[in-house]
């Protein structure tokens, strides 16, 4: 088993916290995203969606998209649980986790790729070309800043963004606080809920991953 | 047990699709959009993030996101499995889904919500107001074009997106076909794989939901 990965990438640190949360220690290839090697020939053999992070099974089998990976590892390695235990926990989390990316991740996103130098022409993550649209630059920055408004809110009503453990939620919402950073944007000094939960999840060994 | 539903929108659609599929019967109470109920005070109680679908349990936890709503399904009703079973399914079928999701539901959403008269100054869902970027629009008219045609190639080399059995990647999928046609996208002729397979799951009693 490996896993490709881009070392300063936020989607492949999201599964490496999650391997480090599990204890578990798997190879890495990297993959040089800057030279657009994720667009090569052999590197679509392995994922048509020419992105990482990806999963190779020892069968040979690829298994991409963050939520794919981590999914993987649940359930082959269940302990310690990360996607919930009951029906219900198992709901919010994946819940949290939804919100996180597609209000928070995708939000940094936007603000990143379509002013980024380096993606002038790949402003979508995957094989075809397209162009940047400086206005959703500029709406991802609002989104940011709303989501990190909107996440001090949640973080004043219980320990951590699903319930009063750790779980999958707060990797995607901690990896997207420090993808903000790319984009120039931190948390604000009065969101004393998000720093509190901010700085309990980065002291956490698996941060480093 | 209740679903806050709309039924016209494409998102409730799949959470009803899902529990058609688990041969499941669910109240639910539909939520004027076109008036915007979902950002009244009341609805926010609800659900902060001011969209359908969610799922009220009987104790009176609100779970939303068609993710956190079909996790919670399938966790208490786990047959007819339709997340996987074994890790490497559960990996496959997660990727698939989120493929799905973040490069076609996404695109047909940013070509409609960034056009759309009721949208004007809410492209994005949830609670706050962003403008439209008709730029974004074109880009998403661009994008869902180019995943019904890579959906038509995956679609030659399997029976369902996940593999060889219907999975909720392909509830994803199928909804994103229908819901492009308020765009004025359909399968282009030539798209037989994908033609193949939209009949298919069209056909299913659960599509009627």
């Known amino acids: 088993m490996k896993l490709y990965d881009c070392q300063p990438a936020p989607n492949p640190r999201r599964v490496r916290i999650f391997i480090a949360e599990k204890g578990l220690e798997i190879p890495t290839v990297q993959v040089d995203l800057i030279n657009r090697e994720q667009h090569s020939e052999a590197f679509r053999q392995i994922n048509p969606f020419c992105d990482v992070p990806v999963l190779e099974l020892d069968d040979g089998t690829c298994i991409s998209q963050v939520n794919g990976i981590c999914r993987y590892i649940e359930a ?3 302990e310690p649980n990360l996607y ?3 029906a ?3 709901g919010l989390i ?3 986790d939804n919100y996180a990316f597609t209000q928070g991740m995708s939000a940094v996103a ?4 379509n002013t ?3 993606f002038s022409d790949h402003a979508v993550v995957g094989p075809r070309s397209y162009a940047q649209i400086p206005a ?3 709406r991802g920055r609002s989104r940011t800043q709303d989501f990190m408004s909107d996440l001090n809110k949640y973080l004043g009503e219980r320990e951590y963004l699903a319930g009063e453990r750790f779980s999958a939620a707060d990797i995607t919402a901690m990896v997207t606080i420090d993808f903000a950073k790319w984009v120039k944007i931190e948390i604000p000094e009065e969101h004393n809920n998000l720093k509190r939960w901010y700085e309990a999840v980065s002291s956490r060994p698996s941060a480093k991953a």
Do not use: I, S, Y
């Open 76 to 78: 082959a390695h269940p």
């Open 84 to 86: 919930g235990t009951d």
């Open 110 to 113: 936007d603000a990143f790729r």
């Open 136 to 138: 959703l630059a500029e």
């Open 94 to 96: 994946a819940m949290w």
């Open 88 to 90: 219900k926990e198992q």
């Open 116 to 118: 980024a130098k380096g």
